[in-house]
């Protein structure tokens, strides 16, 4: 096994971290290193101010104001959690009708089926075309009177397709529907706007584009709709301890137990290195990379584009994270994989990628799924070209 490393899976996390992120987390342990909202004394208070800091780091970063409500979560799955249930809090939910799209996250999906086999929902999954993009106007047709929430995937974790967010935004602002994004792969990445897109709920992980740590997630809330939400789970919170019925209110329940402080302390971090940053100029590297990689994949037979029906060129256009999906007609995903680890000490992502939907759409095997080459604020012209020494070694292989 070579000895270096090239790390191609920045859809999953980031890795390495920017300047600052370990540091703070061993600052914020080593300074203060006590709960939060838990102690009236000195580094209790501290940690308090801390933390609420970071929180309106988060909020500027995404271009918020008072009109918005963060909430932390332990990860990205129970941000999402968070957010359907506290929506879809009903008992009986025979009443209530949820769209989305099969670009979602398992997270996502498996928490409807859940909640239509215990709880009666009712939704409906929204196709994509072999790209990963949704169209507008099918999520317009499948609104319906009773729907509740509309749930969209901004960017594929399998294809890197970001959705066409102003024009979903005018259909569901046309219909009684609230309206929540998962940021996860597109935060970081893509700067947007919620409020002037008018979305309701954001749900999104700290540790892959904004460069922060595992431990710490986030659900974004405008105001108008928090006093409709209720409580997804209940808890320790260090206030309102004198009683144990509620209601309790929704930030400080969905923060029940303990915050991960040293987790949002590297988050702060993280926001404080991305303020320094241009997205543009990102995003113009991540479009060059991703084409040198595409047309090096088009040289063989043996590989398959995916996520690009009209070959490498991609005549029709869409914005794309820096995300990479293929496929070969002679080894498997992980076959792939463990290949170009073991060779060249690439590390890539096999599988379905928790988005069990996508795949019969994009025409990849349902069981085996795809390799997948995703790029971050840390990669290099290096690491990309030895990407392309990957593709070159996996079609040599395949001929």
């Not at 498996?110 to 994509?128: F, H, I, S």
């Not at 700067?191 to 659900?219: C, E, N, Q, Y």
Request: aromatic share 6%; proline share 4%; hydrophobic share 40%.
């Amino acid at each position: 096994m070579t000895e270096r490393r090239v790390y191609l899976d920045h859809a999953a996390t980031s890795w390495p971290k920017p300047p600052g992120v370990l540091e703070a987390c061993l600052e914020f342990q080593r300074d203060l290193g006590v709960a939060a909202s838990r102690g009236a004394y000195l580094r209790g208070e501290q940690t308090d101010r801390a933390i609420a800091q970071v929180r309106s780091k988060l909020s500027r970063f995404l271009h918020l104001d008072d009109a918005y409500r963060v909430a932390w979560t332990s990860n990205g799955t129970m941000a999402i959690h968070a957010a359907i249930h506290s929506v879809l809090w009903q008992t009986d939910l025979r009443g209530e009708h949820v769209v989305t799209t099969a670009t979602e996250h398992n997270s996502v999906l498996r928490t409807l089926a859940d909640l239509q086999e215990r709880r009666g929902l009712r939704w409906t999954m929204v196709p994509c075309d072999a790209r990963g993009w949704v169209d507008p106007d099918a999520i317009e047709q499948a609104i319906c009177s009773d729907t509740k929430l509309v749930i969209v995937n901004h960017a594929s974790n399998v294809t890197g397709v970001v959705q066409d967010l102003e024009r979903i935004g005018r259909i569901v602002a046309n219909s009684e529907a609230w309206w929540m994004l998962d940021a996860a792969q597109s935060i970081g990445y893509v700067d947007f706007d919620p409020r002037s897109l008018g979305i309701d709920l954001v749900v999104a992980p700290a540790h892959k584009g904004l460069g922060g740590m595992f431990g710490t997630a986030f659900v974004v809330a405008a105001s108008e709709v928090v006093p409709s939400l209720r409580s997804p789970w209940v808890g320790g919170t260090g206030r309102s301890s004198g009683t144990w019925t509620g209601p309790f209110e929704w930030l400080e329940s969905v923060e029940s137990g303990n915050l991960n402080g040293p987790s949002i302390a590297s988050l702060g971090a993280a926001l404080l290195s991305a303020s320094t940053r241009s997205m543009a100029d990102f995003q113009a590297k991540a479009s060059d990379w991703l084409s040198r990689l595409r047309h090096q994949i088009a040289r063989y037979a043996s590989l398959r584009l995916v996520g690009y029906p009209d070959g490498p060129e991609d005549l029709q256009q869409v914005s794309r994270v820096p995300v990479l999906s293929f496929s070969s007609r002679t080894l498997g995903s992980h076959e792939m994989a463990m290949l170009l680890d073991s060779a060249m000490g690439l590390e890539c992502r096999s599988g379905l990628h928790c988005a069990g939907a996508i795949h019969p759409f994009l025409g990849t095997d349902p069981q085996d799924g795809t390799l997948r080459m995703s790029f971050g604020h840390a990669t290099s012209e290096a690491d990309v070209d030895a990407a392309i020494q990957g593709i070159r070694l996996l079609g040599e292989v395949n001929a």
